[in-house]
């Protein structure tokens, strides 16, 4: 069977100086980039003007509502900070509303700790869920995050578990967005 490719939109969730989020998104995009069932929109909140209050009409959530609502799936490039996600990026998800709904979304997380991200992808679990967004089982996760560069800065250093994880989620996701998309051709979500 014949499918046409799934649009996701890799949102960079930092926003803060001196971010490591560009070089998870790069080697990231890198994976998506492999793959011929894929088209990837980048959304890196350090360009993206965020609305300044929850007005769906203001300019910044006008602008942003076609390329979130073509998505056909999500993929957050996420650091945790403060044992959560950036607030930037809970600026953005609370937003929008149904240009995230029925829809799958995975999670890429980091941190300098060994938790790796981990508590702001269960955050962003529990948000996406009052969505009725489907979180991918299966993450991507840096844990002690500078350990994964080299002395030249490149990163990753050793990319194969993290490229394994990275297909992992990514066949679930692909699964997921076809499935859900296939759904509401034939029946429109109404949650």
């Known amino acids: 069977m014949s499918y046409q490719r799934i649009r996701v939109v890799v949102v960079v969730g930092s926003a803060r100086d001196g971010r490591l989020a560009p070089d998870v998104a790069r080697w990231f995009a890198g994976q998506t980039d492999k793959r011929d069932d894929l088209v990837t929109d980048v959304v890196d909140l350090s360009g993206t003007p965020l609305p300044a209050s929850l007005d769906p009409d203001v300019p ?48 890429v997380g980091y941190g300098l700790s060994m938790a790796g991200g981990v508590r702001a992808v269960e955050h962003l ?23 994964h560069y080299d ?41």
């Open 60 to 107: 910044e959530a006008v602008a942003l509502r076609p390329r979130l609502a073509a998505a056909d799936a999500f993929v957050f490039i996420v650091p945790e900070y403060n044992r959560s996600v950036p607030g930037p990026l809970k600026t953005l998800i609370d937003s929008f509303n149904s240009e995230w709904e029925a829809k799958p979304v995975g999670f």
């Open 151 to 191: 002395s030249e800065g490149r990163f990753p250093v050793d990319p194969e578990g993290a490229n394994a994880a990275a297909k992992v989620m990514l066949d679930q996701l692909v699964w997921w967005a076809r499935a859900l998309r296939d759904a509401k051709e034939r029946r429109p979500y109404g949650g």
């Open 125 to 147: 679990r529990q948000i996406f869920a009052e969505f009725h967004s489907i979180g991918m089982k299966d993450t991507v996760s840096f844990p002690r995050i500078l350990d």
